[in-house]
Structures are given as C-alpha cells and as structure tokens.
C-alpha cells in the first residue's frame, strides 16, 4: 500500500483503539517514525497530512530539518548522547529519550543559550532490559525532581519501549506501569512538572498502548515499510 494508505488505515485504527478504551481519538497523536527512511518519504507523509515525524539519529535529523517544510513538528525519540545535544538545539520540539541528569542538563544549556524551553519525556526502562535507555521505576521521582529545577527544560510525560511480543497483549503490562508512573509523579505535585504525554506503543502494539492511556505512538514500519537498517 502507499503511505497515504498507510496512514489513513493507522488513524482509523487509533481512532477504533480510543473508542473502545472511552476516549477521544484525538488525544492520541501519530508520531511518524522516520529513521533510515529517505526524506523524500517524509515530504510524501507530510503532503497527505502528517506532522509530527521522530527520529532516532542526530544526523539523520539534521540533514531532513534542512530540506524539508518548516511546519513540520521534530520529535527525538532515540538514544541522545549528550556531546551532541547542541546539533539539534532548538530544532525539535519533544525528547522523548531523556534518563539521566547529566543529558538534562546538557539540554538545558544548549537550549538556555538560544533563549529557549525545550520539553521532554523521562524515558523509564520499565523491562529493565540492559539493551534499553532509560531510567527505572524506582529512580523517577528523584530524577523528575532533579530535572525538574533546570530552567530550560520542561517536563511533559514519560516514554518507555516493552521488550518484543509477537502477541501485543504482552506488552500491555508495561504500559499499564508507565501510567501508573505517571499518576505517582502527578500525585507528587513536582512544581512544573506534567504528566500530559505518554510515549508508548510501536507499529505492532500501538492499540494495545491506545488502551492503556498513550498520547502518542510512534509507528515505522506499519506507515513507511519496513526498516532499512544501518
């Protein structure tokens, strides 16, 4: 199918997931998972409507930021190393991948020296897989906190990745604990601090994720085809 296909089929799948879960559809927001695709797909995503694509290289993100439309709405989504935070300063509206003090800290610089917030997700390893970033269920609150005092960072929810299922009822469970995260770090009233995002749900498990309270679900290979990998 075309991407335009593609995408009409995921949204009506989002929709049909919130629905049977009592919810709006449109608290849930496609993040079109771009990496390793050309940016000639994003431009073709992008003509048939879509608008928040995410990346998980830094390199891959700059060299798209340059040819594409203006309008589109840059999320990060993959490990970020802190050396090269300045690279994308300013030109991405959302880290997902947040999970130390140190990566907040850099953001917050680089973005401090543009005059600018940036928002963030605290990514929680949920599965502890050591394959994963993230920090663990234990070390939330501490870290929000920590994070939470940066003058140029904002938090705005939490992502996490569950190991791999061939069945996605098996990677309910972990989306399940990440909202339950997210109400602890609610009920903790962290000054500046919103539990508005969770990041959770992939092309093979995205409506099971929908169920469990995600607002965004970054879908690849289901919208682009599968994976060219590096």
Same mark, same amino acid.
Request: hydrophobic share 40%; proline share 4%.
């Given at each position: ?8 089929? *995921?949204e009506?799948r !989002?929709?049909?997931? =919130?629905? /049977?879960? #009592? ?26 409507g879509?608008r ?10 700059v060299?798209k930021h ?6 589109i709405c840059?999320?990060?989504?993959g ?5 090269k935070v300045?690279?994308?300063a300013?030109?991405v509206?959302?880290i997902?991948?947040v ?7 850099e953001?917050?610089?680089?973005w ?9 997700? *605290?990514?929680v390893? !949920?599965?502890?897989e =050591?394959? /994963?970033? #993230? ?15 940066l003058?140029h ?8 990745m ?9 990677a ?16 903790a009233?962290?000054p ?14 995205f ?14 290979s ?5 994976r060219?990998?590096?």
């Open positions: 199918m075309s991407i335009a296909e593609n995408i009409s089929k *995921i009506e !989002i929709a049909k997931a =919130a629905l /049977k879960a #009592g919810r709006d559809p449109g608290t849930v927001r496609l993040v079109a998972v771009s990496k390793t695709k050309p940016a000639a797909a994003v431009a073709e995503a992008y003509g048939c879509q928040i694509f995410g990346e998980n290289y830094v390199q891959e993100l060299g340059a040819g594409l439309p203006s309008e840059w999320h990060f989504i490990n970020l190393q802190s050396n300045r690279q994308i300013g030109m509206d959302l997902h991948s999970d130390r003090l140190s990566l907040a800290t953001i917050d610089r680089q401090g020296a543009l005059g600018k917030v940036c928002d963030v997700l *605290i990514q390893n !949920i599965s502890r =050591a394959t /994963k970033g #993230g920090t663990t269920g234990e070390e939330l609150l501490a870290l929000v906190r920590e994070v939470a005092r003058p960072v904002r938090i705005r929810g939490l992502m996490t569950p190991p791999f299922f061939d069945d996605p009822e098996g309910r469970p972990y989306f399940r604990a990440l909202r339950e995260l997210a109400r602890e770090v609610t009920q009233a962290v500046g601090v919103e539990m508005r995002e969770l990041s959770m749900g992939m092309s093979g498990d409506e099971a994720a929908i169920e469990e309270g995600a607002t965004l679900v970054r879908v690849g289901a919208l682009f085809g599968e060219e990998y590096r």
